[in-house]
C-alpha cells in the first residue's frame, strides 16, 4: 500500500512557477508509475502527467507539454511536477497518483492510490 501526500500550491501570477511535490510512503515505491492529475471546479480530473516505474519515461497531456515536467526520485520516495509559464487556465486542485501496472497512464482507473490534493490558483 501507499500513502501519497502533496504539497507545494499557491497562488503564482500568469507566467509565473511553482513545483509540486508528492512524497510516497512505502517500501514499494519504484514499483509503481507514478502520474499527476488535475481538476477545476465542474470539470472532470484530468490527466496531466506520468513517469514510468525504472524507465523514467515521461508522458504529457498536450496543453502541458514544453512547460510542465515530472521527475522522480526512487531513492527519497519522491515525484515532482514543476510548472513553468503558468496560465490561469492551469488553476485546478492538482492529485499526485500511484499505478501499479505501469500502463495506460492517462486514465484514471489504472491508479489505485492518491494522495489528497494541493491547490493551484493562476492569476491573469
Known amino acids: 500500500q501507499v500513502q501519497l501526500v502533496e504539497s507545494g500550491g499557491g497562488l503564482v501570477q500568469a507566467g509565473g512557477s511553482l513545483r509540486l511535490s508528492c512524497a510516497a510512503s512505502g517500501r514499494t515505491f519504484s514499483r509503481y508509475a507514478m502520474g499527476w492529475f488535475r481538476q477545476a471546479p465542474g470539470k472532470e480530473r484530468q490527466f496531466v502527467a506520468a513517469?514510468?516505474?525504472?524507465?523514467?519515461?515521461?508522458y504529457y497531456v498536450d496543453s502541458v507539454k514544453g512547460r510542465f515536467t515530472i521527475s522522480r526520485d526512487n531513492a527519497k520516495n519522491m515525484v515532482y511536477l514543476q510548472m513553468n509559464s503558468l496560465k490561469p487556465e492551469d488553476t485546478a486542485v492538482y492529485y499526485c497518483?500511484?499505478?501499479?501496472?505501469?500502463?495506460?497512464?492517462?486514465?484514471?482507473?489504472?491508479?489505485?492510490?492518491w494522495g489528497q490534493g494541493t491547490q493551484v490558483t493562476v492569476s491573469s
Open positions: 497518483a500511484a499505478n501499479p501496472l505501469g500502463s495506460d497512464y492517462a486514465l484514471r482507473s489504472r491508479y489505485d492510490y
Open positions: 513517469i514510468s516505474r525504472n524507465t523514467f519515461s515521461t
